[in-house]
């Protein structure tokens, strides 16, 4: 069974960057499409960033684009988001999810899900 798990969380001030990783425990990451969502207190958990299985192909949210980079080492078995430029309203729970079925946009298309990492951006 494959469980991702991510890392690279943190407190930064706004116009930093960090970089998260999410590593395919347990299986290949290139078997599957993976996304980045993510959660901010009392908010749903929203679509940030996918990046496709075979092409490559790379989706993003309108509000992070020019500002993430979303990426994918097959040989370090690992998915990648740069987050430049960051903002207070970047403040969140970030999920890595993989195994899409359906809607890429939609958390109910996801079959594997890591327990998140915290993104703190201060002001």
């Known amino acids: 069974q494959v469980r991702p798990v991510e890392s690279g969380g943190g407190l930064v001030q706004a116009g930093g960057s960090l970089r998260l990783s999410c590593e395919a425990s347990?299986?290949?990451?290139?078997?599957?499409?993976w996304a980045w969502f993510r959660q901010a207190p009392d908010k749903e958990r929203e679509f940030v960033s996918a990046?496709?299985?075979?092409?490559?192909?790379?989706y993003y949210t309108d509000s992070v684009k020019d500002r993430f980079t979303i990426s994918r080492d097959d040989a370090k078995n690992s998915v990648y988001l740069q987050m430049n430029s960051l903002k207070p309203e970047d403040t969140a729970t970030y999920y890595c999810?993989?195994?899409?079925?359906?809607?890429?946009?939609?958390?109910?298309?996801?079959?594997?899900w890591g327990q998140g990492t915290q993104v703190t951006v201060s002001s």
């Open positions: 999810a993989g195994d899409v079925s359906g809607n890429w946009y939609d958390t109910q298309s996801y079959r594997l």
């Open positions: 347990g299986g290949n990451i290139g078997t599957y499409a």
């Open positions: 990046i496709g299985w075979s092409s490559g192909r790379t």
